[in-house]
């Protein structure tokens, strides 16, 4: 069993710079490939980024690519979104995801991928 807690979010203006972090429990975080995910009411869940358990491989939602970097300390069992040149469009409910594997990131973009989810942590840009 894995709990994610999320923070950083916030309100920002347009432009802006945000960290997000997202800690979690367990002894074996590094076995665990990290997503970040966000959501809009009345929208589907949208895939923001993924890193594998090491941190070497990372893959982005190609909308975001530039503008997000996807990172982890498995020390601190943490992974962290920055984002940057933020945007109104930017303005959603961010989620982190958790999953036992070792297989290619990339095959970790959807939803059902993810076994284990947290809360969420609002993020508003304001224009």
């Known amino acids: 069993q894995v709990q994610l807690v999320e923070s950083g979010g916030g309100l920002v203006q347009a432009g802006g710079s945000l960290r997000l972090s997202c800690a979690a429990s367990?002894?074996?975080?590094?076995?665990?490939?990290m997503g970040w995910f966000r959501q809009v009411p009345g929208k589907e869940r949208e895939f923001v980024a993924v890193?594998?358990?090491?941190?070497?491989?990372?893959y982005y939602a190609g909308s975001l690519k530039g503008r997000v970097t996807i990172s982890r300390d498995n020390a601190k069992n943490t992974v962290y979104l920055q984002m940057s040149s933020l945007t109104p469009e930017d303005t959603a409910v961010y989620c982190c995801?958790?999953?036992?594997?070792?297989?290619?990131?990339?095959?970790?973009?959807?939803?059902?991928?993810?076994?284990?989810w947290g809360q969420g942590t609002q993020v508003t840009v304001s224009s």
């Open positions: 995801a958790a999953q036992y594997t070792s297989a290619s990131v990339i095959a970790y973009t959807s939803t059902d991928a993810y076994t284990y």
């Open positions: 367990g002894r074996t975080f590094s076995a665990y490939t």
């Open positions: 890193i594998s358990g090491s941190g070497g491989s990372t």
